[in-house]
């Protein structure tokens, strides 16, 4: 079993950063996906991006890409979602997940992910 937890989510400014981190309890293996995704009011939960924990493959929505950067730390097991030039439209509840891939594929679909966090909100105002 594989624990996640989130945190760093809070209230900012458009056009703003921030950062959010995920903490991961138990053994990461070299095959996992680690990824963040989000859902916004009214909207299904959508893939933000994705890495792999070995090699650091990453892989990032459209609708991110350049904005925001995905990063891990195998040694501390942890997660990092850092967000600049953020917008209105980011505002989301954003969740931390993994699964176990032995193909080391990053999926985008919310389906295909294993393990979960809590969440955490994020609120951008214009």
């Known amino acids: 079993q594989v624990q996640l937890v989130e945190s760093g989510g809070g209230l900012v400014q458009a056009g703003g950063s921030l950062r959010l981190s995920c903490a991961a309890s138990?053994?990461?293996?070299?095959?996992?996906?680690m990824g963040w995704f989000r859902q916004g009011p009214g909207r299904e939960r959508e893939f933000v991006a994705g890495i792999t924990w070995s090699g650091g493959r990453t892989r990032y929505a459209d609708s991110v890409k350049g904005r925001f950067t995905i990063s891990r730390d195998a040694v501390k097991n942890t997660v990092t979602l850092q967000m600049s030039s953020l917008e209105p439209e980011d505002t989301a509840v954003y969740y931390c997940?993994?699964?176990?891939?032995?193909?080391?594929?990053?999926?985008?679909?919310?389906?295909?992910?294993?393990?979960w966090g809590q969440g955490t909100q994020v609120t951008v105002s214009s």
């Open positions: 997940a993994a699964n176990n891939n032995p193909r080391r594929i990053i999926y985008t679909t919310p389906n295909s992910m294993d393990y």
């Open positions: 138990g053994r990461i293996f070299s095959d996992y996906i």
